[in-house]
């Protein structure tokens, strides 16, 4: 039988390490963005410009999660277990959020971009 759960649980790893996600996560596998030239007299072609890979969502805080030494990765693996089986890699990713943290909520903003991503499909 097919798998058929496209979205909802999934798994987030930072070097290895399991971090406790919350809501939604963003991400983008990177690539070229193609945007028209456009002259006075017609629709001249595209430029091509190119699109950094990134992940982004919120994590749970807890009293072991070391905050400032996630802030401080560089040179990471960083990697997205989806519902559907897929999996998304972004090599040599670094923190490139601001890291803000709600202590009402025990919410950490998280944003990792990177060197190059790439998809791995789910076995069928």
Request: glycine residues 12%.
């Amino acid at each position: 039988m097919a798998n058929t759960r496209r979205a909802g649980r999934l798994q987030f790893y930072v070097g290895g390490e399991l971090i406790d996600v919350k809501g939604d996560v963003t991400y983008s596998l990177g690539g070229v963005n193609r945007s028209a030239v456009v002259g006075a007299d017609r629709v001249h072609g595209f430029k091509e410009e190119l699109m950094v890979p990134y992940v982004e969502c919120k994590a749970t805080d807890r009293g072991d999660f070391d905050v400032a030494g996630l802030r401080d990765l560089t040179d990471t693996t960083v990697q997205l277990v989806l519902a559907s089986g897929k999996t998304i890699i972004f090599n040599n990713a670094w923190f490139a959020g601001e890291g803000d943290i709600s202590a009402e909520e025990g919410e950490i903003s998280i944003r990792f971009e990177a060197l190059g991503a790439e998809e791995q499909l789910a076995e069928a």
